[in-house]
C-alpha cells in the first residue's frame, strides 16, 4: 500500500526523529500527540508532505527558547490539505516562510527553511497532522 504522504525534506536530507520527554513531550498533549520532530540543521529545505492549500503561516520572529513566553514566537505554516486532515509544519527561519497564504501546494512543494523560533531546545522541524473534532485539533498518525 503507497502512502498518501512524503518525508518533508530533499532525498538527500539526513534526519534523526526525537522524541521530546517531560512536560514537552507530545503524548501529553491530543492537538499534537503524534507530531513527529525530525532534527535537521538550520536551513534545511522543507518540503510539502501532501498538496493543498495554505492556510497559516508566520515568519517574522527570531526568538526561541524553553518556556511558555516562546509559544507565540514559532514561525509556522499550515496547510488544508481539503480532505479535512490539516497539517502544521512549526520552527522555520525568520524570513525564510516561501510561500503565501492562499497558494496551492503540490506535494513536494518547498514551503521555506528550518530555523529557530518559538519553544525549542534545538533545530527541528515539527511536523503534525490533524483533524478538528468539535472545533477543536486532535492529532492523528501518518506513515511516510
Known sequence: MKSEYKIPFPKNIKFKVAKPTGD?????????????????????????????????????????????????KVNFVAIDHQDKTYSEYLHFSKGKVIVKKGDKVKTGDLLGYTGLSGCMDGPHLHLNVFKIKNGKAISVPIKF
Open 24 to 72: 514537552y513531550a507530545h503524548e501529553n498533549y491530543p492537538e499534537i500527540r503524534y507530531a513527529i520532530d525530525f532534527v535537521v540543521p538550520v536551513g534545511t529545505p522543507v518540503l510539502t508532505i501532501k498538496a493543498g492549500k495554505i492556510i497559516g503561516l508566520k515568519d517574522d520572529s527570531g526568538e526561541w527558547g524553553i518556556g511558555p513566553s516562546f509559544i507565540d
